[in-house]
């Protein structure tokens, strides 16, 4: 815990959280010595940010190196109409001020590769708002290396899904332990997403964030949530650490460097 005190201005702005037992001055004081980085800044990535940023999450990393489309506005809210052409970093991080002072924003124009991760180094924890089985595998790679927790999320049409991943429990892999091969999933141009659905599973994804940051509550540790939009039904199906995981498993880290992480196969997974 840090000693970091609350100014009047920011006991008032955080009063809700300020008043409870789990999270009290303490739980916010941790909040904003915390940071954080999210990868994507799209439609997952648009309710993570927000409500890190309202709840006083005190550095956000937004990592994205896209710009507006317009057809990113059904769903992608963290932007408006007037930013189309912008960098999604440019107007993310606008929104992101604009909404809490209190917040620095660290904007990385940039494609995640094995060259740019090393700039998850600042960070406490790791929100994959991604939207390809490769960033996901390079994430999780490249955190599991760090020792830094990564809250999961992806959705397809109707579904989503989420789950956290920490030291000590198991991987991404240890639940996909493979990339689909590319050209075997449809691409984000051919698929279509509920506007709303993002919005759902970006804001189970800041849940878990808070949870970890505030050390409260039973993250979705070795356990992987589906969501239903269509029936607004949930299963949560276990998952369990795998020894042979090229990552987690006995024999150690072999994939940050050896998988290849290029290409654009942007898909969502199956519940395979
Ligand atoms: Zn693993």
Redesign the pocket.
């Known amino acids: 815990m840090t000693d970091l005190a609350l100014d009047a201005t920011q006991l008032d702005r955080y009063s809700r959280h300020v008043v409870m037992d789990r999270v009290g001055p303490d739980g916010q004081a941790a909040l904003l010595d915390a940071a954080v980085v999210v990868v994507g800044a799209g439609g997952l990535g648009s309710p993570a940010l927000q409500y890190l940023a309202a709840a006083g999450v005190g550095r956000l990393g937004i990592v994205d190196d896209d710009r507006v489309e317009r057809s990113n506005l059904q769903r992608q809210i963290i932007h408006r109409d007037a930013d189309v052409g912008r960098p999604k970093v440019e107007s993310a991080a606008e929104t992101v001020r604009a909404l809490n002072p209190d917040v620095t924003v660290d904007s990385h124009e940039t494609r995640l590769t094995t060259e740019t991760v090393g700039l998850l180094d600042d960070y406490d924890l790791v929100v994959d708002a991604t939207d390809n089985f490769q960033s996901r595998f390079l994430l999780n790679d490249a955190a599991r290396l760090r020792g830094l927790p990564v809250v999961h999320g992806a959705i397809y049409e109707f579904e989503g899904q989420a789950t956290t991943l920490v030291p000590g429990g198991?991987?991404?892999?240890?639940l996909f332990p493979t990339a689909p091969e590319p050209g075997t999933v449809p691409n984000c141009a051919e698929t279509g997403v509920l506007g709303v659905l993002p919005g759902t599973v970006g804001s189970i994804q800041a849940t878990e964030a808070a949870k970890l940051l505030l050390g409260e509550g039973e993250p979705l540790v070795g356990r992987l949530l589906f969501y239903d939009a269509a029936s607004l039904e949930t299963e949560v199906v276990p998952y369990e650490?795998?020894p042979d995981?090229p990552?987690?498993?006995d024999g150690g880290v072999e994939c940050v460097d050896t998988v290849d992480y290029e290409g654009d196969c942007r898909v969502e997974t199956d519940d395979e």
């Open positions: 198991p991987c991404y892999r240890c650490w795998r995981c990552v987690c498993g």
